[in-house]
């Protein structure tokens, strides 16, 4: 089943989408649809589809839920080869810790944005870069969870565009902290979120989702893998980002950009220049991925802001 935020004539409701459109589910959103549990969450899409549908091209998709933590994972290996070598300045090569654990990190979960919003140019930002991936959305709680146990807590997935200020990011990381403002403008999540059921005909002989993804700026193909490419399945990452502490129904985990041009960083990396160029104000990112559905968002021009202000002379002074 597929769960939908959506806007129409100013009123904002859940929803599940058929192919009729989009069929309202009043009085819940869908992050309390989650917390409710899949078979709650499934009786009252089954009960809404009973309903007349409003057709998709009346409706604004919103992101289908607001997550209360957002966290992204670097889990392709392909796209740490190109991306190190292309945006950080590294040889390309992967460090041994990476194949060690699935690093990720935290990111803004107010700067999720949805399925066709336009995404503004962050301020300072000269480098913008888009990312490919898949997200899954956690469907309960749970701590110290094993990867079979973690499978049963995924609610579903949707696709996460982690849209990337690449300038910004290369100066953060290389204070060894972040990536900061360099990712905090914007995440798309969307067009909805598909139950983990619907996808399961999908799952490999080793446990992976072999679901084709595909990326395009403004209609010329960059990029395409399959999501089977990461170096750990989901519950693998469910997993991980539980251990030691807890995972709560709503929780985002995203699977990192997948390789062969999932982002431009990638490219540039493997190309040795900037090309394809970075995203400008008027370019059109749409992401496919097989199963779940298209995201489709245009680059407009940010705010214009003062510089950012340098440290000041440093000071050794011990008295005051």
Known sequence: MRFATWEHRGEVSAGVVSDAGVHGIPGTTVLELVRSGLATALAAGEQA??????????????????????????????????????VTGGDGGVVPEWYQAPTFYFTNPYAVVGAHDDVAVPPGCSVLDFELEVAAVIGRDGASLDPEQ????????????????????????????GPAKGKDFATTLGPWLV???????????????????????????????????????????????????????????????????????????????????????????????????????????????PPVAPARTRTRARTR
């Open 150 to 177: 973690a499978r049963e807590h995924v609610f579903g997935y949707t696709v996460l565009n982690d849209w990337s200020a690449r300038d910004l990011q290369a100066r953060e990381m290389k204070v060894s902290l």
């Open 195 to 305: 139950t983990a059921d619907e996808l399961e005909p999908f799952r490999d002989a080793e446990g992976f989702l072999a679901l084709a993804m595909q990326v395009s700026v403004n209609g010329e193909l960059v990029g395409q893998d399959l999501l089977s490419n990461m170096g750990w399945p989901f519950e693998e990452l469910v997993a991980y980002a539980s251990r030691g502490t807890v995972v709560r129904a709503g929780d985002v985990l995203g699977s990192g950009t997948c390789g062969n041009g999932g982002c431009l960083g990638e490219l540039w990396g493997r190309n040795g220049s900037r090309t394809p160029p970075p995203l400008q104000p008027g370019d059109v990112v749409e992401m496919t991925v097989e199963g779940i559905g298209t995201i489709r968002n245009r680059v407009v021009a940010g705010v214009e802001l």
């Open 49 to 86: 589809l009973e309903a007349p549908a409003v057709p998709l091209a009346d409706v604004v998709l919103l992101p289908p839920l607001q997550p209360p933590t957002v966290r992204d994972f670097v889990a392709f290996e392909e796209h740490v080869e190109g991306v190190v070598k292309g």
